[in-house]
């Protein structure tokens, strides 16, 4: 049988978009997932999401990277999904839905989507870098010469290096611009290399200057590879609440497979 399937990004993180209301996707088959990621024999995309229904919300996300495993939150996915979720007709400027770290609110309106993420209540502040967890697993630390650093071989040695090991986690290189503003470049778990932005990584990021009292504003600027990101949040007992995630998410092409 055809699937039918939809390209979009959001700041130039590329995702395979699957409506899989009627469950005819075949889930657990990481291969197939991963031959539609690959850029040069497949659709190619940074990850795949299925849309689903949800008995009590709008939909459920499902989110697998581009090797082809299911993994954790992916913010300009969820971001992404919800422009989907607009086009199919199943919301119109608002939405609730599910990921695998629970609820999202939503919101759209042109191509900007703004996506609530979850609270973050523990910042582990290391002597080089900061490790938190907004949906998936974060490393963030300065780097002042950004533009020129290999982020692929400095990210992976760091992602498969102590503590993180086999299950990994995200890195994100950082250089502050401003008060309020700050370059980063981001090495993916799962797509094993650079991509052109990370939602879940401009969250932690945001959040991780914010605790290093490296900016006091609580709505911050991220400069990404693929374009600009914000990210706001309030800050109760220590505790980053109320963080949204904004920024463009567009269709690209669709097609059938
Ligand atoms: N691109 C994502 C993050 C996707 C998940 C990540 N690769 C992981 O496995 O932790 C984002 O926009 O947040």
Redesign the pocket.
Known sequence: MKQKFYKYQ?TG?DFVMIDNRQQNFDKNNAKLVADLCDRRFGIGG??LILLENHNEYDFKMV?Y?ADGNE???????GRCLVAFAKQLGVISNKAVFEAIDGLHHAEIDGDIVRLQMQDVPVIDKKENHVFLDT???HHVQFEDAISDFDIKTKGAAIRYGAPYNEEGS?VNFVKKISNNAFRLRTY????EDE?L?????ATAVAIAMHALNETKSHEIDLKVEGGELKVSFDVEDGIYKNVWLIGSANFVFEGEI
């Open positions: 959001g993180n940074d990850g989110y990277n993994s954790t939150m992916c913010g300009n996915g949906g998936s697993p995200n993916e778990r799962g797509v991509t932005s990370c939602g879940t990584g």
